[in-house]
C-alpha cells in the first residue's frame, strides 16, 4: 500500500510482447530490431560485443546459478552455454542490468539474492495456492486493457488493489505471512499473463527503449482513511514493499492511486523531490476513480470511467475458500 511498493505487476490471457504497436526498437549500437505482431517464433537478440553489460552478465550467470543453486524468475528458467543464453534467459537478464542501470556487479547481487528467496519462498506455488476468502475477497484482480495512451502495447496487463474492499484490517493484515503469501501470489498471477516464456521481442538496452514486459497497478482506496493506519496495516505495507523492491525488479510501468484526498496529493507532492526521477514518473494520484479512464482509455471497468464492465466480472482474481 506505500508509495515506493513495485511490482505489484507486477494480468490476462493476451500477449503484450507479441502486440506491440511498433514494429521496431533500436539497441545502443543501432541495430534494428524487428518483431512480426503474429510471430511465435524468438527472435535472435542482436549480436553482442564482450563488453555489452548483457554479454559480461551472460559469462557469470554459471557462477549465479550455481551459488543460488536455482535457476527460476518470474517462471523462466535461466541457463547459458559456454558464450551465449536463450532468448528468454536474456530477457530476464536484461530486466536486472535495467534496474541497476547496466551496472553488472549490482545486477549480479540483486538476481542473487532473488535466486536464494524464490527457492526459499516458491511463489510460484503461491500463485496456484487456495487462499482465505474472508481475508482477501475482492481485494485483488489481474486484467487486461487495450490501447493504453503511451504504451508500446496494444494489450496491456494490470493489477488492481482494491484496499476499500478491506472489512477487518486486523483480519487481513494481522497475520503478515498469510498477507504477504496472498500478496506475492497476486505480482505472479500478474507475470504470468507477461507470458514471458513466449516472448519475442527483445527488451531495449538501458536507456534506449520501453521495456514491453511491465504491468500497469491500479491502487483504489475508496473509503480508506488517511487519518490514522493501524500497526499491522503499517507493518504489512512495510514488508510488501521491501519483497518487492528486492525481488520484482523492472516489472512495474506505471502505477495508480486513485480515489486519494487531496490532503494526500499534497503529502505526495512534497514527497516527490526526495524520490527518483524514474520512480516519480511511474506514479500518478488521482483524487476520483473515474479520471483514470483519461490515463489508461476506455478499456478500465466502469467503476472508473471506462466500458470494461465491472472489475469483478472482468477481472481475474486468486482461488479462495471459505475461512
Given at each position: 500500500?506505500?508509495?515506493?511498493?513495485?511490482?505489484?505487476?507486477?494480468?490476462?490471457?493476451?500477449?503484450?510482447?507479441?502486440?506491440?504497436?511498433?514494429?521496431?526498437?533500436?539497441?545502443?549500437?543501432?541495430?534494428?530490431?524487428?518483431?512480426?505482431?503474429?510471430?511465435?517464433?524468438?527472435?535472435?537478440?542482436?549480436?553482442?560485443?564482450?563488453?555489452?553489460?548483457?554479454?559480461?552478465?551472460?559469462?557469470?550467470?554459471?557462477?549465479?546459478?550455481?551459488?543460488?543453486?536455482?535457476?527460476?524468475?518470474?517462471?523462466?528458467?535461466?541457463?547459458?552455454?559456454?558464450?551465449?543464453?536463450?532468448?528468454?534467459?536474456?530477457?530476464?537478464?536484461?530486466?536486472?542490468?535495467?534496474?541497476?542501470?547496466?551496472?553488472?556487479?549490482?545486477?549480479?547481487?540483486?538476481?542473487?539474492?532473488?535466486?536464494?528467496?524464490?527457492?526459499?519462498?516458491?511463489?510460484?506455488?503461491?500463485?496456484?495456492?487456495v487462499h482465505s476468502q474472508a481475508r482477501f475477497r475482492g481485494l485483488g484482480y489481474v486484467m487486461g486493457l487495450s490501447n493504453v495512451p503511451?504504451?508500446?502495447?496494444?494489450?496491456?496487463?494490470?493489477?488492481?488493489?482494491?484496499?476499500?474492499?478491506?472489512?477487518?484490517?486486523?483480519?487481513?493484515?494481522?497475520?503478515?505471512?498469510?498477507?504477504?503469501?496472498?500478496?506475492?501470489?497476486?505480482?505472479?498471477?500478474?507475470?504470468?499473463?507477461?507470458?514471458?516464456?513466449?516472448?519475442?521481442?527483445?527488451?531495449?538496452?538501458?536507456?534506449?527503449?520501453?521495456?514491453?514486459?511491465?504491468?500497469?497497478?491500479?491502487?483504489?482506496?475508496?473509503n480508506v482513511t488517511f487519518l490514522f493506519q493501524p500497526a499491522e496495516t503499517k507493518a504489512a505495507t512495510k514488508r510488501t514493499i521491501e519483497?518487492?523492491?528486492?525481488?520484482?525488479?523492472?516489472?512495474l510501468s506505471r502505477k495508480y492511486f486513485v480515489n486519494v484526498p487531496r490532503v494526500m496529493q499534497w503529502m505526495f507532492a512534497i514527497v516527490?523531490?526526495?524520490?527518483?526521477?524514474?520512480?516519480?514518473?511511474?506514479?500518478?494520484?488521482?483524487?476520483?476513480?473515474?479520471?483514470?479512464?483519461?490515463?489508461?482509455?476506455?478499456?478500465?471497468?466502469?467503476?472508473?470511467?471506462?466500458?470494461?464492465?465491472?472489475?469483478?466480472?472482468?477481472?481475474?482474481?486468486?482461488?479462495?475458500?471459505?475461512?
Amino acid at each position: 500500500m506505500g508509495l515506493t511498493e513495485n511490482g505489484d505487476a507486477s494480468a490476462p490471457d493476451s500477449n503484450p510482447s507479441a502486440a506491440a504497436n511498433e514494429d521496431t526498437d533500436s539497441t545502443a549500437d543501432g541495430t534494428q530490431l524487428t518483431a512480426s505482431a503474429s510471430s511465435n517464433t524468438p527472435l535472435r537478440w542482436p549480436d553482442l560485443n564482450p563488453e555489452h553489460p548483457l554479454a559480461q552478465f551472460i559469462a557469470i550467470l554459471p557462477g549465479v546459478l550455481d551459488e543460488a543453486d536455482y535457476n527460476e524468475v518470474y517462471g523462466i528458467e535461466l541457463s547459458c552455454s559456454a558464450s551465449d543464453a536463450p532468448f528468454q534467459t536474456k530477457l530476464v537478464l536484461q530486466k536486472f542490468l535495467r534496474a541497476n542501470s547496466d551496472d553488472v556487479p549490482q545486477a549480479r547481487a540483486q538476481l542473487l539474492e532473488t535466486l536464494k528467496w524464490r527457492k526459499s519462498y516458491q511463489p510460484l506455488l503461491a500463485r496456484d495456492e487456495v487462499h482465505s476468502q474472508a481475508r482477501f475477497r475482492g481485494l485483488g484482480y489481474v486484467m487486461g486493457l487495450s490501447n493504453v495512451p503511451d504504451s508500446v502495447n496494444t494489450e496491456d496487463v494490470a493489477t488492481f488493489n482494491i484496499y476499500g474492499a478491506v472489512k477487518d484490517t486486523k483480519l487481513t493484515f494481522g497475520d503478515i505471512d498469510a498477507f504477504l503469501r496472498w500478496r506475492i501470489a497476486l505480482m505472479e498471477l500478474g507475470l504470468s499473463r507477461l507470458h514471458l516464456s513466449t516472448a519475442t521481442r527483445p527488451i531495449p538496452d538501458f536507456g534506449h527503449g520501453a521495456d514491453p514486459y511491465q504491468g500497469i497497478q491500479i491502487h483504489d482506496y475508496l473509503n480508506v482513511t488517511f487519518l490514522f493506519q493501524p500497526a499491522e496495516t503499517k507493518a504489512a505495507t512495510k514488508r510488501t514493499i521491501e519483497i518487492f523492491t528486492k525481488y520484482y525488479p523492472e516489472t512495474l510501468s506505471r502505477k495508480y492511486f486513485v480515489n486519494v484526498p487531496r490532503v494526500m496529493q499534497w503529502m505526495f507532492a512534497i514527497v516527490r523531490p526526495m524520490l527518483a526521477k524514474e520512480t516519480v514518473k511511474k506514479f500518478n494520484v488521482l483524487s476520483y476513480g473515474d479520471q483514470l479512464v483519461g490515463e489508461l482509455g476506455m478499456s478500465v471497468p466502469e467503476v472508473y470511467g471506462g466500458k470494461g464492465g465491472s472489475l469483478e466480472s472482468v477481472g481475474e482474481g486468486l482461488k479462495m475458500k471459505e475461512g
